[in-house]
């Protein structure tokens, strides 16, 4: 039970267990700026090369943009899931104090991505497909995602005893993973309204180059964006359990 | 305690609370009741939408008795006892999702074929429904009980199991609706059946895995 850990909540112990994070403070701080400028710059970039110098679609018009949008946010909400898969593993296995911690930070940055998938795929349904939603296997796989993301927000939160949580939280999230697969092969295995992937690992994209670039600026930008935000968060959430720590030892010597 | 012993132990306890085992059901009954005044009794509308009325009260009634299915004894330290006795935690979480199944998910299945003549499914296409809710109502015990370990000790748990089983359990409403709707448009529902059965054949090893690493997590 907790009484081992409730006996003895010395400062001293606590701040012991979080040397690692120290040098993960002094690493990720040096980090941080370049993460977070160049995820910038490279959005930036995308962006502008999506909206005005990549030519519009012989069929879709202007609407393909949105693509420049949609397409690195569903890359993120897929990979950041898998991310959080991780984190979850070293967590539940290594019991590492910033594996918890990072999947505690990365829950709601990976639900962001998926909202903004699923709002910018549903702007993009509306002129193409004529619906702003519809339940395609695709979409409703994505939206299971969301939900598992939601739930494990709420999960890993909710428990008095933090430790719990995270252990919660982690089998949660291992048991999600079954989603991931579903997601990426749905619109092969299924008839669906979305189209299939059109850049690969193996063989040649089946995008024009002139729209492919900006694509692969964006989802850079993005993914760099992703990661500049998961360290900060993960910087406050290490600095908090500090300030914790030091306060409960100076509690104890009152 | 033996395997079997626990699942003797768990029909013991939820037949000398008959009124909570009874509840799930009677929920069952009256919300699938609640779609003929809501939608209006037309045969032919109630027997397109009956397979996913029932498929999905089921669902939301099996979801009912989680609350408590570890809640006691977690509580009163049996939680403890059971998992010092030298049972594997999977073992212990499966014998909980049997009982569950035998508890909840049986007599939902011995009520749905009423509850679809009610709701005006033609007869030929019961035994389909009966067959997708058979494998269907064991895989959601499985998650049921997957859930019902993970939220243990959690505040607001009773909130939060349902968000997190329901996501969870859409393929196999998916699937369970598809095999009894590819009946009705005269399709084979066998690929949707075994579908469902290759999700029990997956459920069956790795969830009682998972819950009992949620229920060493709890009890730690």
């Known amino acids: 039970m907790e009484i081992a850990s409730n006996a003895q909540p010395s400062g001293g112990r606590n701040l012991h267990r979080f040397a690692n994070p120290g040098q993960f403070l002094r690493l990720s701080g040096r980090i941080l700026p370049f993460l977070a400028v160049s995820a910038l710059v490279l959005t930036g970039i995308g962006v502008f090369g999506g909206l005005f110098m990549a030519p519009a679609d012989y069929q879709q018009g202007d609407a393909v943009r949105i693509i420049y949008i949609h397409v690195p ?24 104090p910033l594996a918890d911690l990072a999947a505690v930070e990365i829950g709601p940055v990976g639900a962001a991505a998926t909202a ?19 339940w395609d296997a695709r979409l409703t796989s994505v939206l299971v995602l969301f939900f598992l993301y939601l739930g494990h927000i709420g999960l890993i939160r909710a428990f008095d005893d933090p430790q719990r949580g995270y252990r919660a939280g982690a089998i949660l999230a291992l048991v999600g993973v079954v989603n991931l697969p579903i997601i990426k092969f749905s619109v092969e295995w299924w008839n669906s309204l979305h189209q299939p992937a059109s850049i690969t690992l193996t063989g040649a994209p089946t995008i024009a180059g002139s729209m492919l670039w900006p694509l692969a600026f964006c989802a850079l930008g993005f993914t760099l964006g992703f990661a500049a935000i998961v360290t900060a968060r993960l910087r406050a959430a290490v600095m908090e359990r500090r300030i914790r720590a030091l306060l409960l030892a100076r509690a104890q010597e009152a | 305690m033996s395997f079997i012993g626990l699942i003797g132990r768990e029909l013991r306890l939820s037949a000398r609370h008959g009124a909570d085992t009874l509840a799930a059901l009677l929920f069952f009954v009256l919300a699938a009741s609640l779609f003929p ?14 397979s996913g009325v029932i498929w999905v009260c089921a669902l939301l009634a099996a979801l009912l008795p989680l609350d408590r299915l570890f809640g006691g004894d977690f509580e009163d330290g049996s939680l403890d006892q059971l998992l010092l006795s030298g049972m594997p935690p999977a073992m212990l979480a499966l014998a909980k999702a049997v009982a569950h199944w035998l508890v909840t998910g049986l007599p939902l299945l011995l009520a749905a074929a009423p509850v679809a003549v009610m709701l005006r499914l033609p007869m030929e296409n ?25 939220v243990l000790g959690a505040r607001r748990g009773g909130v939060l199991l349902p968000l997190l089983v329901l996501p969870l359990a859409a393929p196999v409403l998916i699937f369970g609706v598809g095999a009894a709707d590819a009946a009705m448009t005269g399709l084979t529902p066998r690929p949707h059946l075994l579908l469902l059965a290759a999700m029990l054949a997956g459920a069956l090893p790795l969830a009682p895995i998972a819950a009992g690493a949620a229920l060493r997590a709890a009890s730690e």
């Open chain 2, 126 to 150: 019961i035994p389909i429904l009966i067959a997708g809710l058979l494998p269907g109502s064991m895989v959601l015990s499985l998650l049921g009980t997957l859930g019902a370990a993970i």
């Open chain 1, 116 to 134: 903004l998938c699923l709002a910018t795929g549903s702007l993009w349904g509306k002129p193409m497909w004529g619906a702003w939603w519809v």
């Open chain 2, 37 to 50: 005044f809501a939608v209006g009794p037309a045969p032919e509308t109630l027997a397109r939408i009956a």
């Open chain 1, 73 to 96: 946010s569903a890359w993120l909400a897929s990979s950041a899931y898998m991310g959080l898969a991780i984190a979850s593993l070293f967590s539940l296995v290594w019991r590492h």
